[in-house]
């Protein structure tokens, strides 16, 4: 059962009326989970920049759309190398600011994944 998200703020989300305080992933069975953005820190310095490894955990098969909540303020973008993994996987990325991505979530139908940053 896919979750709905209430709401989202510098640093929050709100997924089916509980409070989250950290960057999450939600699965293709409607689990939220912590991002694990070190994958991502590990290769770039930063948890902006969305790696091939990172990318490659969050991928699930059967997966035809990954929603990715790039910040409050639109600062997260997706490496080329993780861009060319998605698409190899047959699985589209929607990269919008958390505030539109999570209206796009909760319209979207489908097999869907999300990754949502909750700050910058």
Known sequence: MKPKIQETGFGYLVVDE???KCDAVIRLNGSVEKRKKDLSKAVFGTSHT???QEAEDVFEKGA???IVGS???GLVVLSPEAAAYLQ?????VELLPTPQAIER???AKGAVIA???ITC
């Open 115 to 117: 990754l949502l940053h």
């Open 18 to 20: 509980k409070r989250i």
């Open 64 to 66: 035809e759309l990954l």
């Open 88 to 92: 190899k996987k047959n699985c589209a």
């Open 105 to 107: 979530w909760n319209e």
């Open 71 to 73: 910040g409050q303020s």
């Open 50 to 52: 969305i790696s091939l």
